[in-house]
């Protein structure tokens, strides 16, 4: 694509980037089939090159961000979907965060809006104020459907039940069971461990019994991402940088062969704090070398090698591959074939590129279309038949329960039960066919 930038905007390390990107694009529009929000919608302005038309046009013209611009960039869900699909190249990613990043600074959006996403960027990145917040909006998700909009769909995400804080989430060591093959640190995230403390709880039983020393480190939050996403550039830097001290220090301190990394949507963002952080001198060769070791779970466990299971009459799993691990960290096969390793029959999702609309606050900000998404979605799954549904992310776990009775499970939770650890509490009181049988049997810690 031709762009017409000033060689005093190409000055802006950031317009140069975007100019790089912008010209990777051929117009070719094989992104516009892939994309969900112009599978739903059918409007080329909600399709990756309409988006990408919109932004070059908005940064050429250097002006405050148009009011149409902003609709069809906040409802594109970041899903990635078009950079798998783009044959060119065209690193989508980062030209839409750029575009977000304008608008933050140059659109004034209407009060109401403005307070519910400094709230949003206030309560979830921060896990007692997200719990207090989740414990409000479960007292109200009765009335959820009565609720306007944005106020209905929060509510109506609220989890049924909240586990209390895990003491396993604490700054702590956890030694190996046997001889020690390695030593990790476990993001153990913001959002996650509230909604669903078990998982990390899984992570920690998986990787000890398998050999593998694992460390909270003291000072790790929030991955930034939300913020992020959101175009609040300085809070996700701050966020990243703050993880990056973190984790270096253990590094070096303790020796830290990888960060491993259970939500693929905050892996992907710990993977690009490399390009995040490229600007800032101080800290940008550590941001390079913590992107450089950051794993996925389902990585780590691909490189060191999954115990032989423990459990003969493991049942069908619908593998659920979140936007975030397909398409952010092309990660694509490795979680079906552990699972098929462990013993589940994996059963592919028709249309499993497309995104189920949690996407982040996507689920809050443009509820209509997420809900159509997660109901496709549900749909999918269900055709497959099978009992248990898996994913590798907290927020599809999350909007995929909030549609279906189905048990929604995190893939490390199988792994762990696969290889002797606790049937995850998920699937209690299921009648998943022959693992009805183990009954509580399984539940014996790993
Ligand atoms: S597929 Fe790639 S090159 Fe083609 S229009 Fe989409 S982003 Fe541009
Ligand atoms: S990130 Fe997803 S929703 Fe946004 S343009 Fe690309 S495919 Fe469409």
């Not at 140069?16 to 529009?29: D, F, Q, S």
């Not at 409802?75 to 990043?101: E, F, I, K, Q």
């Not at 896990?127 to 909006?137: E, H, K, Q, S």
Request: net charge positive.
């Amino acid at each position: 694509m031709q762009t017409n930038f000033s060689p005093e905007q190409l000055a802006d390390p950031d317009i140069k980037v975007a100019n790089e990107i912008l010209r990777a694009c051929v117009h070719c529009g094989f992104c516009t089939a892939t994309c969900p929000t112009y599978v739903l919608r059918g409007d080329e302005l909600d399709s990756p090159r309409g988006r990408i038309y919109q932004i070059k046009e908005m940064l050429e013209q250097a002006r405050p961000a148009p009011a149409t611009v902003v609709k069809h960039i906040d409802r594109c869900l970041s899903c990635l979907s078009c950079m798998t699909t783009c044959p060119s190249g065209v690193h989508y990613m980062h030209l839409v965060d750029l575009a977000r990043a304008h608008i933050e600074k140059t659109y004034r959006r209407p009060m109401a809006e403005r307070l519910l996403r400094s709230m949003l960027a206030l309560l979830l990145p921060r896990p007692f104020l997200f719990r207090i917040a989740l414990v409000g909006a479960m007292l109200g998700r009765p009335f959820a459907r009565f609720m306007p909009g944005r106020l209905g769909a929060m509510m109506a995400l609220a989890p049924r039940r909240l586990s209390g804080p895990s003491t396993m989430d604490r700054p702590q060591v956890f030694p190996v069971r046997g001889a020690r093959r390695g030593r990790v640190a476990l993001m153990t995230g913001c959002a996650q461990k509230v909604l669903n403390p078990a998982i990390n709880e899984a992570t920690v039983r998986l990787l000890t019994r398998h050999g593998i020393e694992v460390v909270i480190p003291r000072g790790q939050g929030c991955c930034g991402a939300l913020v992020h996403h959101m175009g609040r550039t300085d809070e996700g830097h701050a966020q990243a940088a703050a993880n990056i001290e973190t984790w270096m220090r253990e590094k070096r301190r303790n020796g830290l062969d990888a960060i491993i990394i259970n939500a693929s949507g905050c892996g992907t963002q710990v993977k690009d704090y490399g390009f995040m952080l490229r600007g800032d001198k101080a800290i940008a060769e550590d941001a390079r070398t913590i992107s450089g070791i950051t794993r996925d779970i389902t990585e780590y466990m691909a490189e060191i090698g999954l115990n032989e299971s423990v459990r003969p009459d493991a049942f069908p799993v619908a593998y659920h591959s979140a936007c975030s691990m397909q398409h952010g960290q092309k990660i694509t096969t490795l979680p079906k074939q552990l699972l098929s390793q462990a013993g589940f029959e994996v059963r592919d999702i028709a249309e499993g590129h497309l995104c189920c609309g949690s996407a982040g606050t996507y689920n809050i900000m443009q509820s209509e279309l997420a809900t159509r998404l997660r109901d496709r979605k549900i749909a999918n799954i269900e055709a497959t038949g099978a009992p248990v549904i898996a994913a590798g992310n907290i927020g599809c776990m999350t909007q995929i329960s909030g549609g279906t009775e189905r048990p929604v499970v995190h893939t490390v939770e199988l792994l762990d039960w696969a290889t002797g650890g606790p049937l995850p509490p998920a699937l209690h009181g299921h009648d998943l066919g022959p693992v009805a049988a183990l009954g509580v049997s399984t539940m014996v810690a790993g």
